[in-house]
T-cell receptor, first 115, second 112 residues
């Protein structure tokens, strides 16, 4: 199984809402990533987890809060977002960071709209 | 952080070989170069990765000169289904908190 799944596919939320994005993989990968992608732009790295520990936090606003409950799951908790946070949020996984293999498997993304 | 530059777009015809170059002048010693393909409303898909010289797999080749300041993705005999955005990704995540930086992407359009 080389699939990364993300739920929901689409999400519309108000600026005062709290919501969560979910990501799951069953490839035994130990590195998991969150990216943000705006239209016609490349993905921007937000967070990286390695062996369930937060490894990289790319100066992302605190209204985005990642969580890695176990090696297969990755969540992104959203609170008090702004309209400019509307984007495609992509989850990815790779074998691990020490292997230096950046063959990341991406999910289909969650299309987020903040109203 | 490695800054990458790619052509914005390229056109090709079916059956031709396509070469897409990515410039990464300040690539670090430990940085790897990875290429991805992305279709609309989908996540990127891994194509190939290399560190130096030439790497080939079943779908593409990657050429990296000795100075590693650029890399060229070569797609042999493209088809209409190869129309997509192609990104180079440069970086390394081992040790210090380095970053993986996607290039701006190249829109490849394959014409019949």
């Amino acid at each position: 199984d080389t699939e990364v799944t993300q739920t929901p596919k689409h999400l519309v939320m108000g600026m005062t809402n709290k919501k969560s994005l979910k990501c799951e993989q069953h490839m035994g990968h130990r590195a998991m990533y969150w990216y943000k992608q705006k239209a016609k732009k490349p993905p921007e790295l937000m967070f990286v987890y390695s062996y369930e520990k937060l490894s990289i936090n790319e100066s992302v606003p605190s209204r985005f809060s990642p969580e890695c409950p176990n090696s297969s799951l990755l969540n992104l908790h959203l609170h008090a977002l702004q309209p400019e946070d509307s984007a495609l949020y992509l989850c990815a996984s790779s074998q691990d960071l020490s292997s230096r293999s950046y063959e990341q498997y991406f999910g289909p993304g969650t299309r987020l709209t903040v109203t | 952080l490695a800054k990458t530059t790619q052509p914005i777009s390229m056109d090709s015809y079916e059956g031709q070989e396509v070469n897409i170059t990515c410039s990464h002048n300040n690539i670090a010693t430990n940085d790897y170069i990875t290429w991805y393909q992305q279709f609309p409303s989908q996540g990127p898909r891994f194509i190939i990765q290399g560190y130096k010289t030439k790497v080939t797999n079943e779908v593409a080749s990657l050429f990296i000169p000795a100075d590693r300041k650029s890399s060229t993705l070569s797609l042999p005999r493209v088809s209409l289904s190869d129309t997509a955005v192609y990104y180079c990704l440069v970086g390394d995540m081992v040790g210090s908190a380095r970053q993986l930086t996607f290039g701006s992407g190249t829109q490849l359009t394959v014409l019949p």
